[in-house]
């Protein structure tokens, strides 16, 4: 070493102690180099050891007489076997010292971390490497470090574990600038972006062997970092985003079926598993700002979204209830970093632990929960070409039902307040198409609807198995509806439109009359206009935590009930004052059938009473406007008819196409009926009735006959019966 002046000693002892050491000037040092070869430095505390190995380290000249001289440094080395090295200059006596240097880490293995990740975190397991490649400058001023740092660092095969999850990914890449100011006027920043591309992060149920996520590329830009609780984004995107797969531990039979089930067809492979519930193309966020427990934005797109839903026959949703069920039951709390760190720190930091349990690690405790995260959004918008596939098991035959196009947009849309939010939608497919505008209230803590929901040209036979007892053949539905959510009670408003409906039977008629009801197909016939067209207001109302009001009740609801109560009340009003339907066994004793009230005739005669042509009058209308009813006509004969008949039994019955009535109003003694004069009496009753209905315009092909009745009740009116 070179000594810039003679070396001064201290005092000699036995001088006097108190004497002024002889003035001079503060030591210096120098060096032309410095080497340092194969030598290790081992770190071992209670919760990790490294090791590094210095295979060769290089000072340059210094000289603390010459602080503006750079003193030049490489460093070749290895941290637990990850090849390190450091090249660059430094001022090492300068006012201000500073380092310029490059730093290069190849493949540190994080698994030795592990523990002390734990620490903070709920980690059971930790692995994969860092690469990095940093530029760092480094300026020591005012008892602070500034510092900057720009470079990649790659995290490699990262694979962490809890107890529940399991997060794992190929590769994740930063590339950005660190930099630490030191004037505590908060101007220290992070700057830079991260990429994931060419691989994919997956993160897994470990309890389920569920895959929760599965994301093949991301890309965030423009990351801004002014301080520790704000972080700033110009830009981020997400693509191939895939939630809720399909369990490993599933069978290859369950696999093969849930595939075909999700495209409407069964493939009759059993190798192919069951697509993910949710598929994302790609999500696009604009300008946000992650402050704290809460994400602001102004604009999230998502593109191409699919969902893939399967209503398993015990009527869960596949995986979504299943994974609901199991986050309900966990306890793993979440905790920020300070409460854990508070959690493992001993109340003496001096003093040393005196057992062997108490040396042990300390593990994460999770004393504390995190706030609850939040989402504000100005505005989110969701376009797909095709993005709901929907089977239902829960039914039979199963059913399966798809919607192509969808336009979404939600503003000022936010998870933590209790505001309506504005929301437009368009859906459809092929044949039908979907609009809803209105508001809606996010659940804090029960969720609130308005909208007003446009539905046009839906086909009904898919829906078949919604309809206990019958097949929809052919048919389309429409509606305008009002919809009112408040908590757990639904208030819809339908005005329903259904055409061309045709409906098959797959149980026996009595099975249904014996409810009380109409039969559905006359109810549907009553109800058809000349255009073949169902017209129905049918209002819904219920908890929406009623198992009641179902999917398959609602169906019901609407065309079912709903449809013979309309039926009913448009056969009373267009047959006023004379329509009274009725639900009543047949003549015959067979099954019940729905009839309207008699046509009422003039005692031994065909001639109908007075007020009954304005009557038959009101029946042929309702036949002309309904034009798929058809009438059973049945004549019946009573003891009222024997007396205008003579007291022999053997008189002729008055022709209706008279219109007179008895020649005498004398009421001679009752004998005993001629069966066969009465009976042919009851027939011509009803051909009298059906040429009055021809005359008025219904076509014969929608009249019908029964067999003719005499009834041996003496209070019995002479009549027609008419059935539907």
Known sequence: PELQKPLELPPIAGDDPEAEAPPGEPWGFGSERLDIRDSLITFTDQRITSRVAINHLRLGEQFTWRPEQPLELQLQAAVNDAPLSLSGTALPWDGEPQLVANLVLQELQLEPFGTLVSLFTPLEQLGGSITTELDITARYQRDA????????????????????????????????????????????????????????????????????????????????????????????????????????????????????????????????????????????????????????????????????????????????????????????????????????????????????????????????????????????????????????QAVTPQMTFSLSRLQLQIDQLSSGASQPVKVTLAT???????????????????????????????????????????????????????????????????????????????????????????????????????????????????????????????????SQKALQKAATSYALKALQPFGTLLVVGDLAGKATRPRFAPVEMVAGTTTLVPDQQQYLDKVADLLQKRPGLSLTLCGVATPADQSPMGATGQGKPEDASTGSGPASSSTPALVALDEHLLRTLAEQRTAAIITLLEERGVSRERLFTCREQVEQDAAANPRVEVFL
């Open 145 to 392: 470090v500034a510092l900057n740092i720009n470079g990649p660092l790659t995290i490699t095969e990262l694979n962490a574990q809890t107890a529940e999850a399991e997060l794992a990914f190929d590769s994740l890449r930063w590339r950005g600038r660190v930099e630490l100011k030191p004037d505590n006027k908060g101007n220290n920043a992070i700057s830079g972006e991260i990429s994931l591309q060419g691989s994919a992060i997956e993160l897994d149920h470990r309890a389920l062997e569920l895959p929760l996520v599965r994301l093949t590329e991301l890309a965030v830009d423009g990351i801004e970092v002014a301080d520790i609780e704000q972080i700033n984004l110009s830009g981020m995107t997400l693509r191939g985003l895939a939630l809720l797969g399909a369990p490993d531990s599933q069978s290859s039979e369950h696999n093969g079926q849930s595939a075909g089930q999700n495209t409407g067809q069964n493939t009759g492979q059993t190798d192919v598993k069951p697509e993910p519930t949710v598929i994302v193309e790609q999500i696009t966020l604009d300008r946000a700002v992650l402050q704290g427990n809460a994400l602001d934005a102004e604009t999230m797109q998502l593109t191409n979204p699919h969902i893939n839903l399967v209503r398993l026959p015990s009527g869960k949703i596949d995986r979504i209830t299943q994974l609901q069920e199991v986050l309900q039951q966990s306890t793993a709390p979440v905790a920020p970093v300070a409460a854990a760190i508070s959690a493992t720190q001993p109340t003496d930091q001096n003093r040393v632990p005196t057992t062997a349990t108490e040396s042990a690690t300390p593990e994460y405790s999770g004393s504390k929960t995190a706030e609850p995260f939040t989402v504000n959004l100005a505005q989110l918008k969701v376009d797909a070409e095709r993005w709901l596939s929907f089977v239902d």
């Open 428 to 558: 459809g497919n092929e044949s039908m198409s979907l609009t809803a505008t209105g508001t809606v209230t996010p659940p804090q803590p029960t969720l609130a609807a308005n909208l007003e929901v446009k539905l046009t040209g839906l086909e009904l036979p898919p829906f078949s198995p919604y309809l206990p007892g019958y097949d929809l053949f052919s048919g389309r539905f429409s509606t305008d509806s009002q919809l009112v959510i408040n908590g757990d009670q639904l208030d819809a408003n339908n005005e329903l439109l259904i055409e061309k409906l045709k409906i098959t039977t797959r149980k026996p008629v009595t099975e249904t009359d014996a409810k009380g009801g109409l039969p559905l197909n006359l109810a549907l016939d009553m109800l058809r206009n000349s255009k073949d067209e169902i017209r129905l207001t049918v209002p819904v109302k219920g908890s929406l935590d009623d198992p009641a009001l179902g999917l398959n009740d609602v169906i019901r609801v609407a």
